[in-house]
T-cell receptor, first 114, second 116 residues
Framework: DSGVTQTPKHLITATGQRVTLRCSPR?????VYWYQQSLDQGLQFLIQ???????AKGNILERFSAQQFPDLHSELNLSSLELGDSALYFC?????????????FGAGTRLSVL | QKEVEQDPGPLSVPEGAIVSLNCTYS??????FMWYRQYSRKGPELLMY????GNKEDGRFTAQVDKSSKYISLFIRDSQPSDSATYLC????????????????FGKGTLLTVNP
């Protein structure tokens, strides 16, 4: 068990809908990262939050947004969903003490857009 | 050219074989090198990390980094069917000033199957 908790495990929804994915980081970790993993693209970095502030952005679509709350849990909001958004979404956390950016991953949320 | 290149495989070996998994990279700023193992439909799990060039051993696993060649390897000795998974290399370098925004760049992963 990595200590990173993601809910829900599975999500099935329709195109055009909006969903929220939730992540609780490991105790003491200030950084939260969101990744999307699809079969053809591998693990794609979406966005990072550090202690409530956005710190880095990757290949995140404008339809997607995230935030980190004072208790350090994070939510990833996906709106106007398309079939191509079906993927595994992972959250990772780290203590982020520098380049030694050891990230610990949650079990993921499997999103199916029908 | 992608920052991190990893042969996706699949790689199939008999139980007990020595497995070699590799990644090449182009960004000379990478400082930390990691290997993650991902079982089907599970989250990536950190196996090992190394700093700069050199070797690191942990049980049946050995990680090697050759910064001059921009090449990293993971060796698995006496491979077991339970080692069957996707292995992802990952690397980190600073995105800029400050200590809280070091980006981790992943390879696409190599699918390994160890046959009993």
């Amino acid at each position: 068990d990595s200590g990173v908790t993601q809910t829900p495990k599975h999500l099935i929804t329709a195109t055009g809908q909006r969903v929220t994915l939730r992540c609780s980081p490991r105790s003491g970790d200030l950084s939260v990262y969101w990744y999307q993993q699809s079969l053809d693209q591998g693990l794609q970095f979406l966005i990072q939050y550090y202690n409530g502030e956005e710190r880095a952005k990757g290949n995140i679509l404008e339809r997607f947004s995230a935030q980190q709350f004072p208790d350090l849990h994070s939510e990833l909001n996906l709106s106007s969903l398309e079939l191509g958004d079906s993927a595994l979404y992972f959250c990772a956390s780290s203590h982020s003490t520098g380049a030694k950016n050891i990230q610990y991953f949650g079990a993921g949320t499997r999103l199916s857009v029908l | 050219q992608k920052e991190v290149e990893q042969d996706p495989g699949p790689l199939s070996v008999p139980e007990g074989a020595i497995v070699s998994l590799n990644c090449t990279y182009s960004n000379s700023a990478f400082q930390y090198f990691m290997w993650y193992r991902q079982y089907s439909r599970k989250g990536p799990e950190l196996l090992m990390y190394t700093y700069s060039s050199g070797n690191k051993e942990d049980g049946r696993f050995t990680a090697q980094v050759d910064k001059s060649s921009k090449y990293i390897s993971l060796f698995i000795r006496d491979s077991q069917p339970s080692d069957s998974a996707t292995y992802l290399c990952a690397m980190s370098a600073s995105q800029g000033s400050g200590g809280s925004n070091y980006k981790l760049t992943f390879g696409k992963g190599t699918l390994l199957t160890v046959n009993p």
